[in-house]
Every structure is written in structure tokens, then in C-alpha cells.
């Protein structure tokens, strides 16, 4: 008997034989766990956890009953909260049936690499928050005055800026008659916005720091940077916690609508992996997090509902109306952010269903709408694809359900940024023979025999589709040709046409790493997205032609803008035309952290960018089934031939096109 089983954060999944251990099962499919104890679960490193209830997307019913029973061990070793919470070792939980198995941080192989690097940028530094230092008389029988109403008249009459309402915050206040006394009245007050005190310090304080945070639907990168200076102290990145609910945004949608306690479990999980990042952030820079004095948040729409804890439920129909689009001040303790309580947590705007803060954080860090001649196409790459168009005329923007498989998941051997992955690929198409680079290593096979990989990430997915069809291994329509004589082209196990990109005894995880036709097929349902995407963007405008490219996303600074261009990811354009920027959505939280006019533009933007359905369009289906063609079943790509042509000329070999 076989059961599914299913590893999150990275995506993994197969049948699994009953009886066989979670840590067995690990890897069989390739999932790394810690483990020292070689199973004697001494070593309390393969902990991981259960996630019970329905899975519609993967039709099963997870729950702790379709694992053998706590062993002794178990027992011994687990507390009696981490038991409550559904925690077992991998080594002692035995397969009985049907499970999701969430594997935490501390217990993965292999530390997530979360290529985030975005470009260098120009900004004005003008920060919400800012220190204001003042220097007062002591209270004296005289002077009747409160301690609050003594400090609101110093600043106010030193600082002509500030509010003449000038406000406290209530945890501020509770520090002030203190603060004032240990610092010989003088203090430094940390105010939001002019108006409001948010923080009492003793002395000079010229410090203040914040913290920019990008959650994405599959990966949440985050940035801790100085007030005063606009320094960016330290970046942490992880996989979204949530991730175990669902990889796409509809799936956690359904989880929350088929589980009385799914929004909760959704938004806690991510709220605590927030705080887990701001801790590292705040030990690397060697503060405490309670020094943090805001925080900008940028996500989907759907993400911003979970993360607010706003019910997500009617974005999943029509009219995907969202519950709120302007953007948003919380208090942090309202969030459950372990930052200053007092602090400000600022929310971009959303511009129209699920296009949402993450791509205002895009639209003000490149900022199309300010280019009078150049017609504009940027692209967020992510699990949901955003997509604008346009200049300072008029500006379009869409969404599109990409799917994680440009990302690594819902790919037979894909696998997050991490040592080991595969983010390079070259084939030749005389002998089909592959050239790839792993992270973690600077060769390139097979110029190293033994290169440890264990998968393919999001860069190499693309490069490979790419190299694949342009050595002819598959043609427009991405069937495999099976008569191609190679042992690198074969039936698998399945009895599907797969190609062999890197044999076991390349491998960390001793068997051959495979793209397979359901791989192809996962990446056209993706790039098709985002190309139909583009081109009804095109024709609301009528433009016939984009002048330039712009690539975002997490592991954007990484993807190969030839290979891009060569699967039809976007309408043709040339190639030096073509950049990767990072995650833009990460620097626009951060400019809008640094900068706090950028947040009204970003408000102003909002409302004039027209936001297209492109879903509802009567030729939508028959041109998602055009676009998922290499590059594409009918448009002419003559700039992608004029590339492909010179290469093959300045190599001597010849090329599909």
C-alpha cells in the first residue's frame, strides 16, 4: 500500500510505501532533514510538523492519525506542547496514510538561499520616523505642569515642524517619567509623521531603524536599515511559512474557507515568521528588536488580506472586490509584530484585485509612470504574476495566476534557491549533452564530475526549458522527440519522454535529476500567463511593439534574459532591451520606508493605474492555448531569431528555431 506525502516549504511529493518513516520518505524525494543520530532520534534535529485538515489542490485529508502512534522515544522527548502542536520526530513517524508534512527551518539540510538583490537606487531620505533631541527645567512645586505636557511644549517650540497637536503614544507614555528622570531631563523622542511620539529615550539618541519586508506567496525577504542614513543593515529571506497551506494564493484561499481556523493558522504562521526574521536582523546588527521604530509591508492582495487577518474568502470571486485598497497604519502590538509597540506599520495601497502592494512597491522603485517616451512592460515574477505597461501618458497593469513552477515547485526534481540547486544550464544541440552550475560551486559540469546537486531552482528551470527547445529536444508545441538518439532523452518511470540533465552519480541524492514532460508543461501554463498577460496590456493601449523589458522578482537579478525571451515568457523585444532588476518590490518597501512622500505617490498612482481583467476577455482561452507555443504558436519573435541565429553562426553549430 502507497501514500501520498507531501514536504513544504519545498514542494515535494510522491507515493510512499506504508510503514516506510517521514525521514525514509524525506529521501526518497529529495527533501533534506537534518538528522546526526542516523535515526536514534537522539539528535532532535529531523523534528517536523503535521498540518491536519483538507487539501483540496492536492485532494487529501492530512491528519496525525495517518502516522504510527508517539513511540516511547517520542514521548520521552517531546514536550507536551510540541506534541499538542503536532510535532514528531521523522524518524520515528511511520507512514499509514495520507500527509502534509511541514519541515521547519531549523530542522532543513540546507540554509534557503533567496536571491533578493535588487538594483542601486536614488532616493530622497526622508523617513516617517525621526529623533528629535531636547533639553528641559526639572518639575519643580512651581511648575504644575504633567511630565507629557512639559516635553510636548520642548518640542514644539525647539522643532517648528511638528504638530502643534503634538500627540504620545500610551506605551510611550508609560516610559516617559522615568526616561525623562534617567536622562537629567534631556531626552530624545522618536516621532511618527511630525505628530506623534512613538518613543522616549534618555539622552541623545541619533540612531532610529526600520524594517522593509516583502512576503510573497512563496518567499519573504526582509530588510532592517538605519533612519538617518538610509544604510541597509542586514537582509534575512525565508520560505512563506504559509506555504504548507497551499503554493498558490487560491489554495490558501480555499484552506481558509474549508477549515474554521485556517485564516488564523495562515496569519499567525506568518506573523511568526516575521518576527523569527526581525530577531536575526536585529542580533546580526547587534540591537534589540524593540529599537525598530516602523515597518513598511508589501504583498499580493491576497497575502495582505492573511497578514492583516482580513477575511480573503470574496477575493476568490468575482468581483474579487478586496476589503480595503488604500493604504493602511497599524500599530504593530495591534499586528502582533514584536517591534516597538508603539511603532507604525505602513501598507502600500492595492491597485485593483489581485494586483496589490507588492506591485506598488515595483511601480515606485522603477517608476514607469514617470517615462514620457519609452513604452514600458515590467513583469513581477512570482507564484502570482503581476504585469504593468506603459508611461507617463497612461499606465495598465494585470495579474496572472503564473503558478510556483518558475520558482521551483510543481517540478518533478524543482527545489528552492539552496546549495545544490541547479541555476544554470547550457546544452549543446549537436549532442544534447548538458553544461550546468550549481549553487554552492563556481565549476561548471562537467568540468567537476561530482557536482552534489540534489534539484533545480527557479533560474535553471528557465534556462533548461530554454536550452531544450533550442537544441531541438522539443519543438513549438513542447512534446519531447523520442526519436532523438541520446540516452540523455528516454521514457521514465512513468512511461513518459524525459531528458537527463544530470545523472545520479553527479548527484547528492543518488539518482538522475530528470525534466519531464509534465515540467514543460507546468512552465508553458506559466510563461502563456504571463505572455496573453502582456499582450491584451498591448492592445488596451495599441501599441504594436514594447521598447523595453523590465524582470522582477526574488530571484530576478538571476534569470537569463535570452533564455526569457527564447520560452515566450513576454511579446518579443530586444534582447539589450531586456533587464532584471531583483526584487523591486523589496527596494519599493524599502524606498517607501526611507521615504515617506514616496507612500502618497504610491497612493496617487493607484488611482490612475487602470487595472485590466484579462480572464473575462471572450478569446482569453484560445489565446492562452496560442501562447503556450514556443516561443509561441503564431507571433513572430524576429529579435529572439536574430539572437539565436548570431550564436549559432559565432559557434558553428546550427540551432531550432
Not at 419 to 441: F, H, L, M, S, W
Not at 506 to 511: A, D, L, N
Request: glycine residues 8%; proline residues 4%.
Amino acid at each position: 500500500m502507497e501514500y501520498n506525502v507531501i514536504f513544504q516549504p519545498s514542494g515535494r511529493r510522491g507515493k510512499i510505501e506504508e510503514d516506510k518513516t517521514l525521514l525514509e520518505a524525506s529521501r526518497e524525494l529529495g527533501v533534506d532533514i537534518e538528522n546526526t543520530c542516523g535515526g536514534a532520534g537522539t539528535c532532535k534535529k529531523c523534528m517536523v510538523k503535521i498540518e491536519e485538515g483538507y487539501f483540496e489542490k492536492f485532494n487529501i485529508d492530512s491528519k496525525m492519525s495517518n502516522l504510527s502512534d508517539l513511540s516511547a522515544h517520542e514521548k520521552r522527548k517531546l514536550t507536551e506542547e510540541q506534541v499538542e502542536d503536532n510535532i514528531r520526530f521523522a524518524c520515528h513517524a511511520k507512514v499509514n496514510g495520507d500527509v502534509l508534512v511541514f519541515v521547519p527551518e531549523e530542522s532543513r539540510g540546507a540554509n534557503q538561499v533567496v536571491l533578493e538583490t535588487g538594483k542601486e537606487r536614488v532616493f530622497n531620505l526622508n523617513p516617517a520616523v525621526k529623533n528629535y533631541y531636547v533639553e528641559m527645567g526639572k518639575a519643580t512645586l512651581a511648575d504644575e505642569r504633567g511630565d507629557w505636557e512639559r516635553l510636548q511644549q520642548a518640542l514644539t517650540e525647539k522643532y517648528g515642524e511638528l504638530d502643534r497637536g503634538l500627540t504620545i503614544d500610551y506605551f510611550a507614555l508609560k516610559t516617559l517619567p522615568n526616561s525623562l528622570r534617567e536622562g537629567d531631563w534631556k531626552i530624545t523622542a522618536s516621532i511618527w509623521n511630525d505628530k506623534e511620539v512613538i518613543s522616549v529615550n534618555p539622552g541623545l539618541v541619533e540612531k532610529a531603524y526600520g524594517v522593509a519586508v516583502d512576503i510573497g506567496t512563496t518567499t519573504v525577504a526582509a530588510y532592517l536599515l538605519d533612519l538617518k542614513s538610509g544604510a541597509l543593515l542586514s537582509k534575512k529571506s525565508m520560505m512563506n511559512p504559509q506555504v504548507r497551506y497551499g503554493e498558490d494564493v487560491l489554495s490558501r484561499i480555499t484552506y481558509s474557507m474549508m477549515n474554521e481556523d485556517g485564516l488564523e493558522k495562515m496569519h499567525d504562521a506568518i506573523i511568526q515568521g516575521l518576527n523569527d526574521l526581525i530577531v536575526k536582523m536585529t542580533g546580526e546588527a547587534e540591537i534589540i528588536p524593540a529599537q525598530v521604530a516602523e515597518v513598511v509591508l508589501v504583498f499580493n492582495t491576497a497575502m495582505h488580506h492573511i497578514a492583516l487577518g482580513l477575511e480573503p474568502k470574496h477575493m476568490g470571486r468575482s468581483p474579487f472586490a478586496p476589503a480595503v485598497k488604500q493604504s493602511l497604519n497599524i500599530k504593530s502590538r495591534d499586528m502582533g509584530i514584536n517591534v516597538n509597540p508603539a511603532a507604525n506599520v505602513h501598507v502600500l495601497p492595492i491597485e485593483a484585485g489581485f494586483v496589490g502592494p507588492d506591485n506598488m512597491g515595483v511601480m515606485i522603485a522603477e517608476e514607469p509612470y514617470m517615462q514620457k517616451d519609452e513604452m514600458r512592460l515590467l513583469i513581477d515574477i512570482g507564484t502570482n504574476g503581476e504585469i504593468d505597461l506603459g508611461n507617463s501618458d497612461k499606465m495598465l497593469c494585470t495579474s496572472c495566476a503564473t503558478g510556483p513552477a518558475l520558482e521551483g515547485a510543481q517540478i518533478k526534481f524543482g527545489m528552492r534557491a539552496a546549495p545544490g540547486a541547479i541555476e544554470n544550464v547550457e546544452i549543446d544541440p549537436q549532442t544534447y549533452e548538458p553544461r550546468y552550475r550549481v549553487i554552492g560551486k563556481e565549476e561548471w559540469y562537467p568540468d567537476i564530475k561530482k557536482t552534489d546537486s540534489k534539484g533545480i531552482c527557479g533560474s535553471g528551470i528557465i534556462d533548461v526549458i530554454a536550452e531544450m527547445f533550442k537544441a531541438g529536444i522539443f519543438g513549438k508545441t513542447g512534446r519531447i522527440n523520442k526519436k532523438l538518439e541520446t540516452p540523455r532523452v528516454r521514457k521514465g518511470a512513468d512511461g513518459k519522454m524525459e531528458y537527463v540533465l544530470a545523472w545520479a552519480d553527479e548527484t547528492s541524492i543518488g539518482k538522475d535529476i530528470t525534466v519531464t514532460q509534465g515540467d514543460i508543461r507546468a512552465v508553458q501554463l506559466a510563461k502563456s500567463a504571463l505572455y496573453v498577460g502582456a499582450k491584451y496590456l498591448m492592445e488596451k493601449l495599441g501599441v504594436e511593439k514594447i521598447d523595453s523589458v523590465t524582470l522582477a522578482g526574488a530571484f530576478g537579478s538571476y534569470i537569463n534574459t535570452e533564455s526569457a525571451l527564447a520560452i515566450g515568457m513576454f511579446p518579443d523585444c530586444e534582447l539589450e532591451k531586456i533587464v532584471a532588476v531583483g526584487n523591486a518590490a523589496g527596494d519599493g518597501a524599502q524606498v517607501a520606508l526611507l521615504d515617506k512622500d514616496k507612500r502618497d505617490e504610491a497612493q496617487r498612482v493607484a488611482k490612475e493605474v487602470e487595472f485590466v481583467e484579462t480572464a473575462v476577455e471572450p478569446d482569453f482561452q484560445q489565446r492562452f492555448a496560442d501562447a503556450m507555443g514556443f516561443p509561441h504558436s503564431k507571433d513572430e519573435f524576429p529579435n529572439l531569431e536574430k539572437v539565436l541565429k548570431a550564436n549559432a553562426d559565432k559557434q558553428g553549430k546550427a540551432v531550432n528555431l
